[in-house]
């Protein structure tokens, strides 16, 4: 019977003992780092801008400046006569002149006995800024003959309210690579006489279409 109740006691001793290792033995998971301020969401790249564009729609007299499927502005133009239309096509942009001098185009009949006129010349059918498409003849330019803008009357030209034809010129030289500061453009416009001449660096794309 003692050695009975000796065995009980042994047995209870190894329970306890493995008892305790079990207890010592749990496994503990690993604390993760706190992720309360961090930025945890993926970052996307951001997409280029889509270039701008124009397109003169020489039925409706309109020239829209665009940005991918965007309009961002409309302008009301004059375009080429029937007997001097205003040529059709995708055209590159990379020639500004500002305060532009006009010379008659030789060998045209319409500027036969009509002389050279400076920048800033009261006579000088280019207003403010000249915006060459296909050189030499054709460019979008201003004019003081605004009540022909919406109808067909320019030798092939694209003509534009003076301050409409600034305001398309400073978009072009800022998408264009050439930015300058309201300063510069104080300059050129209340300097008449100072023709200056811009090249871009990121010529802008016009389509003219009937």
Not at 3 to 21: E, H, M, N, P, S
Request: net charge neutral; aromatic share 10%; charged share 25%.
């Amino acid at each position: 019977m003692t050695i009975y109740r000796k065995t009980l006691a042994v047995f209870a001793l190894l329970a306890a003992a493995f008892g305790a290792k079990a207890a010592s033995a749990q496994i503990e998971l690993p604390r993760t780092a706190p992720t309360a301020g961090r930025d945890t969401s993926v970052q996307t790249p951001a997409l280029p801008e889509a270039p701008l564009t124009l397109r003169a729609d020489l039925g409706a007299r309109i020239l829209f400046v665009q940005r991918g499927d965007s309009t961002l502005k409309t302008y009301a133009i004059a375009v080429g006569l029937d007997k001097y239309p205003t040529p059709l096509g995708s055209f590159t942009i990379w020639k500004i002149i500002w305060n532009p001098s006009w010379r008659p185009p030789p060998g045209a009949d319409w500027a036969k006995g009509k002389t050279a006129k400076g920048p800033g010349d009261p006579n000088n059918p280019m207003k403010v800024v000249k915006i060459f498409f296909r050189e030499p003849d054709y460019y979008i330019h201003g004019t003081d003959d605004t009540e022909s803008l919406g109808s067909a009357a320019s030798h092939g030209c694209l003509r534009m309210d003076p301050s409409d034809v600034a305001d398309l010129a400073k978009l072009i030289m800022e998408h264009g690579g050439q930015p300058r500061d309201e300063n510069w453009f104080w300059r050129i416009l209340h300097s008449r006489r100072d023709e200056k001449v811009v090249y871009l660096d990121n010529p802008i794309s016009l389509t003219i279409a009937d």
